[in-house]
């Protein structure tokens, strides 16, 4: 009868809610948190701390390839390495190019240079010229055509600082190249 009388007079009661069971409380451990890792610093240069080591030189009578080394300026074309046949025969290591001048840095580090040097035998034109500088004075000047048995040079380069190889002229659109056979220098 009071919910008629309430609904009656305008007034609303809600019934009051069941009591709501808590859910029983388990204790679990907390995890402190993992400690962040201090950075260790890097140790600081000192003044007795030893150089890097120089880069090895080639030992006493040691030949390195002139192929292996990096020129320093390259005019006219680049010199490619690979293998070329001059006079019906194979050479596995050469240095070629329509024409080229290219100097390298020797810094006195050499006793001599030896090489051959010719055309391919496609080469189609007229003698090419073979020039070698070494320190600007010029230590080698030939010609040789298809068909020519490679020349010859070996040079006392002991106290050069720097090498050129030149070939000259350029027929860039024509076939043949000129090459440089096994250019070999021996260390002092």
Excluded at 107 to 134: C, H, L
Excluded at 159 to 179: H, K, Q, S
Aim: charged fraction near 15%; include cysteine; aromatic fraction near 8%.
């Amino acid at each position: 009868m009071i919910a008629l009388f309430s609904f009656l007079s305008g007034s609303r009661t809600t019934p009051a809610a069941p009591p709501v069971a808590e859910a029983p409380t388990t204790s679990h451990p907390t995890k402190s948190p993992t400690p962040t890792p201090t950075p260790t610093p890097a140790p600081t240069p000192s003044s007795s701390a030893p150089n890097p080591p120089a880069p090895a030189l080639p030992s006493t009578g040691a030949t390195v390839s002139l192929t292996g080394l990096t020129p320093i300026k390259e005019q006219q074309g680049t010199l490619d390495i690979g293998p070329q046949t001059v006079n019906l025969k194979s050479h596995p290591l050469t240095m070629y190019s329509v024409c080229s001048h290219t100097t390298w840095q020797l810094d006195r580090k050499y006793a001599s240079f030896t090489a051959q040097y010719g055309v391919t035998d496609d080469w189609d034109k007229v003698p090419e010229q073979f020039t070698i500088w070494v320190d600007g004075a010029e230590r080698l000047h030939a010609t040789k055509d298809a068909g020519n048995t490679p020349g010859k040079v070996t040079l006392d380069v002991s106290n050069a600082f720097r090498i050129t190889l030149e070939t000259w002229p350029c027929y860039p659109y024509d076939p043949g190249f000129a090459v440089w056979i096994d250019p070999v220098l021996t260390a002092k």
